[in-house]
């Protein structure tokens, strides 16, 4: 790799950023904290890295001092760890100061942890991002020392979509006359389509999708696992889709994929299932009450964003709902946030909270209504609840249990703002 040809890539990156025009995501950066950034392909990792450039010029910085890469730039893909120093080299070359390095999409360097290590332990200033959830792992967390700050990274919330919008989600203010209207219209877009931030301003929103599932598809699980039988893993996805809101376990997934007529074994869907985590397409919700060995092979799955679960369903609309409330709460709560069940069923369970979530898309037919209820009663029951809810798509009331308690039904997009 040669250093001329990064220093001129660095300058034209540097010039296109410099003048990009952003929508702050809500991100606060600890001044001298270094970043690893992880999440779906086009999530809005790069933007972050952006976002801190344009900070940190404003802050008084040179601009010689940043130095951005994305290593899917076809100019330097095929880069190896040992010559990750050539960047270091060519960047204290351009600034008498320490460069501050962006280095995007770099886990396409096999190795990279050990030069990452390196920077930090020399004191300079790193934002890194990635696609593969190893990222996160407790092995390149280790190998980094904890001199990194490790940061999911998500599409954007429905208050972010609102802000892109030019719309206000904050206080209250949005809750009436014509500012509801707008936050109730854009909702229906949201809710179908997602959050990807690139997606807010396209027209063909389906058509992007499918563009930017099969770059996940192809080149963060195909080619980068080597997976030989591609059709037995796009059933794989198929069957996750349709199966949002069921417990499944990688036998059950193994049989409906061989049911399609597709060849396939158990231990194949599990590392099927497992690659579909690592490129952050999907997320598992574990069972509160399961053993432990049934906590690692029966999970509930989710997508993680609408948009992209919606490319696999016909009539999505109840899947959708379960879909962006899983979202919102794995996004507060992580590994915190169950399904629970055990002679009953509820959809989703916060012990740290003491807060059940049933989810229902409508809520018109009585037995539906008194069925979603004494769920949440028997709960109660066991844990005594603080807070019990009834997630919908339209409708809002309260309603009070024998036991003075006191259940929410809200409307999802109104949850979501709260």
């Known amino acids: 790799m040669e250093r001329e040809l990064l220093k001129h890539i660095i300058v034209e990156n540097r010039e296109f950023i410099q003048d990009l025009s952003l929508n ?76 501050v390095l962006f280095l995007d999409e770099i886990q396409n360097i096999k190795g990279w942890e050990n030069f990452a290590r390196r920077l930090a332990n020399q004191k300079y200033n790193v934002y890194i991002t990635g696609s593969n959830a190893k990222m996160l792992s407790s092995e390149i967390a280790t190998t980094l020392g904890g001199r990194y700050f490790l940061q999911n990274v998500w599409p954007y919330s429905f208050k972010e979509y609102l802000s892109a919008k030019s719309i206000s989600s904050d206080g209250n203010s949005w809750q009436y006359g014509n500012n509801l209207t707008k936050v109730i219209r854009e909702f229906s877009s949201f809710f179908y389509y997602g959050g990807f931030p690139e997606l807010v301003d396209i027209s063909d929103k389906r058509a992007w999708l499918t563009g930017i599932y099969n770059k996940i598809f192809l080149s963060d699980v195909i080619v980068r696992n080597s997976i030989r039988n591609e059709q037995a893993l796009r059933m794989t996805v198929r069957r996750l889709a349709y199966g949002i809101g069921q417990s499944s376990s990688f036998n059950r997934i193994s049989n409906l994929v061989k049911s399609s007529g597709i060849k396939t074994n158990v231990a194949s869907i599990l590392n099927y ?77 916060v012990p740290e909270e003491s807060k059940a979530i049933q989810v229902c898309y409508n809520l018109s037919d009585e037995m539906t209504l008194r069925r979603e209820i004494q769920a949440l009663e028997k709960l109660d029951a066991i844990h005594n609840l603080n807070e019990l809810y009834i997630i919908t798509y339209d409708t809002e009331k309260t309603i009070l249990l024998n036991n003075g308690k006191t259940v929410y039904v809200v409307p999802v997009w109104k949850w979501i703002l709260m």
């Open 24 to 99: 702050e995501r809500p991100f606060v950066f600890e001044q001298k904290g270094n970043y690893v950034f992880v999440g779906v392909r086009q999530a809005g990792k790069s933007y972050l890295l952006y976002q801190r450039m344009q900070q940190l010029l404003k802050q008084g910085y040179a601009t010689e001092q940043m130095i951005y890469l994305n290593f899917d730039d076809e100019r330097i893909v095929g880069m190896q760890s040992e010559e990750l120093d050539i960047i270091l080299q060519a960047g204290k070359s351009m600034t008498e100061k320490n460069p």
């Open 273 to 349: 299932v497992q690659y579909l985590k690592e490129s952050n397409l999907i997320f598992g919700l574990d069972n509160f009450v399961s053993k432990f060995v049934e906590k690692e092979t029966i999970k509930k799955y989710y997508f993680v964003d609408n948009g992209l679960l919606n490319l696999f369903l016909t009539n999505p609309e109840t899947a959708l709902l379960e879909n962006l409330c899983a979202v919102h709460l794995y996004k507060i709560h992580k590994e915190q946030v169950y399904f629970y069940n055990k002679d009953f069923e509820v959809d989703f369970y």
